[in-house]
């Protein structure tokens, strides 16, 4: 209210002709008020006319005798100790930053549109014909510009309403008829439209970036939640069991805890990175989104077509498209190994040692690469699998090379051993199986089922408490990912087509194992793999 009241005193007190406060006031016959000099100087430019005031057109015979008005000139003062003749001044005149209303005499005052039909700019007053007067209704109005002259041809000095193609310019209609004739041309409010389509499809694409980059930001924030998790409950399942075992076994154990912080650190700082990086292409993404909506705010057809070739195009997203949710397990197969190993001190002290620091800095973590789609991807994984002689059943016949078994009529007589299934005709590898894996099994005559087997697997319970089950093919390929907790049975032929494929959470070492059929001759190789 109080802002009001200034602009009414403002206005109350402006000379009409000059549109600045009153200097010297002076008030005619017919009740309006001037400036001293603005009204002598418009009577003297009226000439032999009668004098008549600017505003009521009303005349006077003789001309009067102008006489300061000392109630005026006292507010006037007033106002100026009060600053409201600053605050006036500032709140309707043009600054240097502002667009100047271009039919204002003396001081200007502030456009609030300009028009793209007039190619001007005015102020409310000088605006009033624009909603007044039926033709003028029909131009169009933006908000004020000081780049109007910018529509102007330079060569023809007419409005450039078409844009050329051809050239990618804006033009006039002469243009269009001299130097441009026979070009692709359209209006610039066609071309337009089919660049704001153009963007609005961009802009579609970096919401969905956006999204997508949001997302994988969360999912880097549960990874590196579930690594810290991942790693304090090995550090703790290790501890408990290097606490079993004698004083070397103690250094070992401060080994593995130095190892697996060291490479928690590692792997949460490789995420955090991913993340920060993500975060920097959202803000990217937002500030291209921020200046693609500036730009569609432009209601000035040429002045968009000006700047849109500026937009830079969308780079190639970086963000990793393997990133997935996977069962939150990571330093798991380091307890995994530490437990297997514990049974076998000696060797793991002499021998095995280097098992479990390698377990520690294979973590496999979401960002991992994802289960091969072609056998060439496949065979990057593979290894040779032996079988162990402990474990066969005695109706199999186990190869010199320990790859292939045949089913036979007559029992063999291996040693007794605890390992042995007694039961079923199958078979366990010699090598435990962690990390990625791929192997194949090809059958003769009857049917096998390869699986894998934790080795605590019962050998004596029959077919329901220990067979193994699985994809029936004449060559099956395996392909075990230990850590993600996928394991998948192709059929191999000129093509790799998925049989089966189970993803869980696997708490021990596997090993690769083969059911073989009941009849004689049957048999199960595993196969070598280049």
Request: charged fraction near 25%.
């Amino acid at each position: 209210m109080a802002q009001k009241g200034v602009q009414l005193d403002q206005e109350t007190f402006s000379c009409s002709i000059c549109l600045d406060l009153l200097k010297d006031p002076v008030t005619i016959p017919c009740g309006h008020s001037y400036c001293m000099n603005c009204i002598n100087n418009f009577w003297d430019e009226g000439e032999k006319k009668l004098p008549s005031c600017p505003q009521c057109k009303h005349t006077f015979t003789p001309k009067p005798v102008l006489v300061k008005s000392t109630m005026f000139a006292a507010l006037l003062e007033q106002m100026k100790k009060t600053g409201l003749q600053a605050a006036a001044s500032d709140h309707c005149y043009a600054g240097p930053e502002d667009v100047a209303c271009d039919f204002c005499s003396g001081r200007k005052l502030k456009a609030i549109k300009s028009c793209l039909f007039c190619l001007a700019s005015y102020c409310e007053k000088h605006l009033q014909p624009h909603h007044d007067v039926a033709p003028f209704k029909k131009h169009k109005l933006v908000d004020p510009s000081k780049n109007l002259q910018d529509n102007i041809c330079p060569r023809h000095d007419e409005v450039m309403k078409i844009f050329c193609r051809t050239d990618q310019k804006c033009i006039c209609y002469l243009c269009s008829m001299d130097e441009h004739k026979g070009h692709d041309t359209v209006s610039a409010a066609a071309e337009r439209t089919e660049r704001q389509r153009e963007m609005e499809v961009s802009r579609q694409q970096i919401q969905q970036e956006i999204q997508d980059r949001e997302k994988d930001v969360k999912l880097l924030q549960q990874e590196v939640e579930a690594i810290n998790q991942s790693a304090d409950k090995t550090v703790e399942d290790s501890e408990e069991i290097f606490t079993e075992l004698m004083s070397l076994i103690q250094k070992r154990s401060s080994d593995v805890k130095q190892q697996i912080r060291s490479q928690q650190e590692t792997e949460v700082k490789r995420v955090r990175e991913l993340e920060e990086k993500l975060q920097q292409e959202i803000t990217d993404l937002k500030r291209r989104d921020a200046e693609m909506n500036q730009l569609t705010d432009t209601e000035d057809h040429n002045q968009f077509l000006h700047n849109y070739p500026s937009l830079s195009p969308l780079s190639e997203s970086t963000h990793s498209s393997s990133i997935s949710i996977r069962p939150l397990r990571y330093f798991q197969d380091v307890t995994a190994v530490v437990s297997e190993v514990r049974g076998q001190l000696q060797d793991i002290l002499r021998d095995t040692w280097t098992n479990i620091s390698l377990t520690i800095t294979d973590v496999d973590v979401l960002l991992s690469e994802p289960e091969p789609t072609s056998r060439a991807g496949f065979l990057k994984y593979s290894c040779e699998i032996t079988l162990d002689p402990n474990t066969v059943n005695t109706q199999l016949l186990l190869s010199e090379e320990n790859r292939k078994v045949t089913v036979m009529d007559q029992h063999q007589s291996y040693s007794s051993h605890p390992d042995r299934f007694s039961d079923v005709s199958q078979v366990l590898s010699r090598e435990s199986l962690t990390g990625r894996h791929y192997w194949e099994v090809e059958k003769k005559e009857n049917v096998i089922n390869p699986a894998v087997a934790y080795k605590n697997i019962s050998r004596s319970k029959g077919w329901n408490g220990s067979g193994f089950g699985g994809p029936k093919s004449s060559r099956i390929g395996v392909y075990l990912d230990h850590r993600a907790g996928v394991l998948s049975f192709y059929s191999v032929s000129e093509t790799m087509t998925l049989l089966h494929s189970v993803q869980t959470t696997f708490t021990q070492p596997l090993y690769a194992g083969v059911w073989v059929g009941d009849t004689d001759g049957d048999s199960a190789e595993f196969c070598k793999l280049k």
